[in-house]
């Protein structure tokens, strides 16, 4: 199985912040990456497709990159409603398998 | 617009089989390419893919969950189902059904997912 794994798994920021999130993956995924944002409650909502593809729908603050084993997830302009946690897949094999979470909380 | 939904019992005596179905609607599950999954989350903790089911009823399990699994399709109804047997307090967890709908990829992206229920393993 290709292992996943998130860093930082939780942090505090302020309206207004850039922040970064990064996963990394236990082997080569080329750029089966995804990224989604989890609100208590609800399911996942799908953010980033292909490590940079904005999905329909999702603001411009949000972006991703990278390609390989390493790969980031930034946030702009940190919005009160992007207060939540993320979680990156990596979609290369099967078992598909899930980063462990980034918990973003207010500072 | 593809919508998802869960449906099943809520609590789950320990040994016994969980079964949960999902109902499609905004298209039909036996339209070609596509894969209808189940994905599992523990209370605060992190996401599990259970396996997948493709049109055609082939169908793809976790290795780490496989001997206990079984998905199957009912066309007549746009459902399919998950059955997992010998539970044990581990397999409490809110359980979802998602599909990569628009990608038709095995492994995602998952961009539509029902709403997802709580399955309690207690006696």
């Known amino acids: 199985d290709i292992q996943m794994t998130q860093s930082p798994s939780s942090l505090s920021a302020s309206v207004g912040d850039r922040l970064t999130i990064t996963c990394r993956a236990s082997q080569s995924i080329s750029s089966y990456l995804n990224w989604y944002q989890q609100k208590p409650g609800k399911a996942p909502k799908l953010l980033i497709y292909?490590?940079?593809s904005l999905q329909s729908g999702v603001p411009s603050r949000f972006s991703g990159s990278g390609s390989g084993t390493d790969f980031t997830l930034t946030i702009n302009s940190l919005q009160p409603e992007d207060f939540a946690t993320y979680y990156c897949q990596q979609s290369y094999s099967t078992p598909v398998t899930f980063g462990g979470g980034t918990k973003m909380e207010v500072k | 617009q593809l919508q998802l939904q869960e449906s099943g019992p809520g609590l789950v005596t320990p040994s016994e089989t969980l079964s949960l179905t999902c109902t499609v609607s905004g298209d039909s599950i036996s339209s070609s390419g596509y894969y209808w999954g189940w994905i599992r989350q523990p209370p605060g903790k992190g996401l599990e893919w259970i396996g997948s089911i493709y049109y055609n009823g082939i169908t793809y399990y976790n290795p780490s969950l496989k001997s206990r699994v079984t998905i199957y399709a009912d066309t007549s109804k746009n459902q399919f189902s998950l059955k997992l047997t010998s539970v044990t307090a581990a397999d409490t967890a809110v359980y979802y059904c998602a599909s990569p709908y628009t990608s038709g990829r095995l492994g995602g992206p998952f961009d539509y997912w029902g709403q997802g229920t709580l399955v309690t393993v207690s006696s």
């Open positions: 292909a490590a940079s």
